[in-house]
């Protein structure tokens, strides 16, 4: 199982950026994908995470800002970031939990990271 996320780039304060993860491989269910960041000289933090059911949760710094979906069909999950901010400056990664066969447990799994620098 791989997870590549992409999307990162460069965009000046108040820009949007659409950050996608695909995952690969043998898949059976991805449980509770969701977006970390991590900011140089700072701690890995949940962004946000959303439900099989759909359900999310976001960090309170990007709420109403950010929207995070996922399309089942095809293994992907976005982060939609828009009326970004300098403080958005981070390393992005995606995580996943998932059970390959019906019959395994769950294994998490993180993607490679991509950076978004806001510029103000």
């Known amino acids: 199982v791989q997870l590549q996320a992409y999307g990162g780039g460069l965009v000046q304060a108040g820009g949007s950026l659409r950050l996608s993860c695909a995952v690969s491989g043998t898949i059976f269910s991805i449980n509770a994908p969701g977006w970390y960041r991590q900011a140089p000289g700072k701690q890995r933090e949940l962004v946000a995470v959303i439900t099989s059911g759909g359900s999310t949760n976001y960090a309170d710094s990007v709420k109403g800002r950010f929207t995070i979906s996922r399309d089942n069909a095809k293994n992907t999950v976005y982060l939609q970031m828009a009326s970004l901010k300098p403080e958005d400056t981070a390393v992005y990664y995606c995580?996943?939990?998932?059970?390959?066969?019906?019959?395994?447990?769950?294994?998490?799994?993180w993607g490679q990271g991509t950076l978004v620098t806001v510029s103000s």
């Open positions: 995580k996943a939990r998932v059970r390959r066969v019906s019959w395994s447990v769950e294994s998490e799994y």
